[in-house]
């Protein structure tokens, strides 16, 4: 019998501001890409962020984060949001046997076209019908050693293809990724959103439990769909754990604020953004300590 999977982390780093779009002003979407052009500030940011009490770094494939890592002995934990999805992708996977060459240097980096379509022969009649499964399964493969990661807890499917697939309710996409991102990435298993309300709701109904769902959480509602009070009402127990982003509200209130209010809703973890944070390690270290 397979040991059941550790809870998932109560507090992470969030890095995905690093390479796609945040909900920031201008200013300090640049003032944060400038901070961390280096990898060596990265890297630093990184450890002091562990030492803070962040149990892990959420990121996705990016040349950036990768080249941090590399300046470091000490491994760092990635939950990994995959696939990467950049702003206009409109999800028509290539069907996955027959992958074509990637050019971009953050997903193409030290991997096999070859290898992800063998991996995808074990979904061939997923695939043969088309299912999204197979066609995201390829495509992380592809894509999770771009992470540069030497230490995996897990992975997060990312927002588009969650909701991709919640608004054409493929209930067979959400349990067999789960089972699938447990298997492949040796850790926990769940889902970025951009519904919470929606997603619990039909995650419950069909009986799939993903190890845990990451969507909005703040006191001002900001991108809490369809509204707060519909996403607060499915997040009472028992549901499946919820870690917490959006927590300053697009930057309009105190992260403290933010996350106080989220784990009194009953949200299972927090995930600030380094676009949030302006002193990562005293912030993180600050709400480490009011769990």
Same mark, same amino acid.
């Given at each position: 019998?397979?040991?059941a999977?550790s809870?998932p982390?109560?507090?992470?780093l969030?890095?995905?501001?690093?390479?796609l779009?945040v909900?920031a002003t201008r200013d300090?979407?640049?003032?944060?890409?400038?901070?961390f052009r280096?990898?060596?500030?990265?890297?630093?940011?990184?450890?002091k962020?562990?030492?803070?009490?962040?149990?892990?770094?959420?990121a996705?494939p990016?040349?950036?984060?990768r080249?941090?890592?590399a300046e470091?002995?000490?491994?760092?934990?990635?939950?990994?949001r995959l696939?990467?999805?950049?702003?206009g992708?409109?999800?028509?996977y290539?069907?996955?046997?027959?992958?074509e060459?990637v050019?971009?240097?953050?997903?193409?980096?030290?991997?096999?076209?070859?290898?992800?379509?063998?991996?995808?022969?074990?979904?061939?009649?997923?695939?043969?019908?088309?299912?999204?499964?197979?066609?995201?399964?390829?495509?992380c493969?592809?894509?999770?050693? %771009?992470l540069? +990661?030497? @230490?995996?807890?897990?992975?997060?499917?990312?927002?588009?293809v969650? &909701? *991709?697939?919640?608004a /054409? $309710?493929?209930?067979?996409?959400f349990?067999?990724?789960?089972?699938?991102?447990?298997?492949?990435?040796?850790?926990?298993?769940?889902?970025?959103?951009?519904?919470?309300a929606?997603?619990?709701?039909?995650?419950h109904?069909?009986?799939?439990?993903?190890?845990?769902?990451?969507?909005?959480?703040?006191?001002?509602?900001?991108?809490?769909?369809?509204?707060?009070?519909?996403?607060?009402?499915?997040?009472?127990p028992?549901?499946?754990?919820?870690?917490?982003?959006?927590?300053?509200?697009?930057?309009?209130?105190?992260l403290?604020s933010? %996350?106080?209010? +989220?784990r @009194?809703?009953?949200?299972?973890?927090?995930?600030?953004?380094?676009? &949030? *944070?302006?002193d990562? /390690? $005293?912030?993180?270290?600050?709400?480490?300590?009011?769990r």
């Amino acid at each position: 019998m397979k040991p059941a999977p550790s809870p998932p982390p109560r507090l992470l780093l969030g890095a995905t501001s690093l390479d796609l779009p945040v909900f920031a002003t201008r200013d300090r979407a640049l003032e944060v890409a400038g901070r961390f052009r280096e990898p060596e500030s990265l890297a630093v940011t990184l450890i002091k962020s562990l030492d803070a009490g962040a149990e892990a770094v959420y990121a996705g494939p990016s040349s950036t984060l990768r080249a941090a890592l590399a300046e470091l002995r000490r491994p760092v934990p990635i939950l990994a949001r995959l696939p990467l999805t950049p702003p206009g992708d409109d999800l028509h996977y290539e069907h996955p046997l027959l992958v074509e060459p990637v050019e971009d240097d953050a997903v193409g980096h030290g991997w096999s076209d070859m290898r992800a379509g063998v991996t995808a022969l074990g979904m061939l009649p997923a695939t043969l019908e088309g299912n999204l499964v197979a066609r995201v399964a390829a495509r992380c493969e592809r894509q999770a050693p %771009a992470l540069g +990661a030497r @230490e995996l807890r897990g992975v997060a499917i990312a927002a588009p293809v969650t &909701d *991709l697939a919640l608004a /054409a $309710g493929q209930a067979r996409f959400f349990e067999r990724m789960t089972k699938f991102g447990r298997a492949r990435f040796g850790g926990v298993a769940g889902f970025e959103t951009h519904n919470l309300a929606v997603l619990l709701a039909r995650l419950h109904e069909w009986g799939i439990e993903p190890d845990f769902v990451i969507g909005a959480i703040n006191p001002r509602g900001f991108r809490m769909f369809p509204d707060p009070a519909s996403v607060l009402a499915v997040m009472k127990p028992p549901s499946i754990p919820v870690i917490a982003t959006e927590l300053r509200a697009g930057g309009t209130i105190p992260l403290a604020s933010g %996350a106080r209010y +989220a784990r @009194e809703q009953g949200a299972w973890g927090l995930l600030p953004e380094l676009v &949030d *944070l302006d002193d990562v /390690a $005293g912030e993180l270290r600050a709400i480490a300590l009011e769990r």
